[in-house]
């Protein structure tokens, strides 16, 4: 049977364990089309493993396990290796399917012909975490954070940039581009993939009509408090932000500003 699609989870401690279980619950009763699920853990300790393993043997997923904590970049690119379709879905294990998400998503890439495509993301209380990343002018942020479910801005088929979070990718583009840049390890691998993806005339897009929830920051934490906990992944953060900076320096951010995203 031809899989529609291959669903990549990157996971990573003791956090991840029920995070994974409740995800892999969620995608069971979610996804219709035939698929595969991939998960990754980043180097957690063995009875972390030991624990996933029995989880994804019960869910019928297969398990993949870094030696050392090498990112979010990295993590993902070990999924993608081994994927067996034309279609991957990137899916962190905080985020939860609203309706069949990953069938929607494989189908409407394929439909329209997009290189990479991302959806609607919502807090648990259902307003908006993601519709379309934006460029600041020093960072890079999601339109419509914590605005309506159905703010205007987030219910639309557009080009713009999308979060990593939830993320489908035909398989031609990593044939294409490469996989993602592992210089990045946890920030903005995702916006660095989608630039790619554009400059290599793959269309991104970002899919409104398509929905999902995720709880922002279960692993990491979501405040600046509770990211300050997990110093390395701080340092690695503001060393992948400025292999960013050095890496498209001259390339004109600013056609992703907020106002060119309405």
């Given at each position: 049977?031809?899989?529609a699609?291959?669903?990549?989870i990157?996971?990573?401690g003791?956090?991840?364990?029920?995070?994974?279980?409740?995800?892999?619950?969620?995608?069971?009763?979610?996804?219709?089309?035939?698929?595969?699920?991939?998960?990754?853990?980043?180097?957690?300790?063995?009875?972390?493993?030991?624990?996933l393993?029995?989880?994804?043997?019960?869910?019928?997923?297969?398990?993949?396990?870094?030696?050392?904590?090498?990112?979010?970049?990295?993590?993902?690119n070990?999924?993608?290796e081994?994927?067996?379709?034309?279609?991957?879905?990137?899916?962190?294990?905080?985020?939860?399917?609203?309706?069949?998400?990953?069938?929607?998503?494989?189908?409407?890439?394929?439909?329209?012909?997009?290189?990479?495509?991302?959806?609607?993301?919502?807090y648990?209380?259902?307003?908006?975490?993601?519709?379309?990343?934006?460029?600041?002018?020093?960072?890079?942020?999601?339109?419509?954070r914590?605005?309506?479910?159905?703010?205007?801005?987030?219910?639309a088929?557009?080009?713009?940039?999308?979060?990593?979070?939830?993320?489908?990718?035909?398989?031609?583009v990593?044939?294409?581009?490469?996989?993602?840049?592992e210089?990045?390890?946890c920030?903005?691998?995702d916006v660095?993939?989608?630039?790619?993806?554009?400059?290599g005339?793959?269309?991104?897009?970002?899919?409104?009509?398509?929905?999902?929830?995720?709880?922002?920051?279960?692993?990491?934490g979501?405040?600046?408090?509770?990211?300050?906990?997990?110093q390395?992944?701080?340092?690695?953060?503001?060393?992948?932000?400025?292999?960013?900076?050095?890496k498209?320096?001259?390339?004109?951010?600013?056609?992703?500003?907020?106002?060119?995203?309405?």
């Amino acid at each position: 049977m031809r899989l529609a699609y291959s669903v990549i989870i990157p996971t990573y401690g003791e956090a991840g364990v029920e995070l994974t279980r409740g995800c892999l619950d969620s995608l069971r009763s979610s996804c219709v089309f035939p698929h595969e699920v991939i998960v990754v853990d980043d180097g957690s300790a063995d009875e972390v493993v030991a624990a996933l393993d029995e989880i994804c043997e019960l869910h019928g997923a297969t398990l993949l396990h870094s030696e050392e904590n090498l990112g979010f970049a990295a993590t993902c690119n070990s999924g993608i290796e081994k994927m067996s379709s034309n279609v991957a879905i990137l899916f962190n294990n905080d985020a939860r399917p609203i309706g069949p998400t990953c069938d929607y998503l494989a189908e409407a890439i394929v439909a329209v012909g997009a290189g990479v495509m991302g959806c609607r993301l919502l807090y648990p209380n259902y307003t908006i975490q993601h519709a379309g990343v934006f460029y600041t002018g020093r960072y890079f942020d999601h339109i419509a954070r914590h605005g309506s479910r159905y703010d205007p801005r987030a219910i639309a088929i557009r080009p713009r940039l999308v979060t990593g979070a939830m993320m489908a990718i035909q398989a031609t583009v990593f044939q294409s581009i490469g996989l993602f840049d592992e210089r990045f390890q946890c920030a903005v691998e995702d916006v660095d993939f989608c630039l790619r993806a554009i400059e290599g005339h793959m269309p991104v897009l970002y899919n409104g009509l398509i929905e999902a929830f995720h709880f922002e920051g279960a692993t990491r934490g979501a405040t600046p408090q509770e990211k300050a906990a997990h110093q390395t992944w701080t340092l690695r953060e503001e060393l992948g932000m400025q292999a960013f900076a050095d890496k498209w320096q001259g390339f004109d951010l600013f056609q992703f500003s907020y106002e060119r995203s309405l």
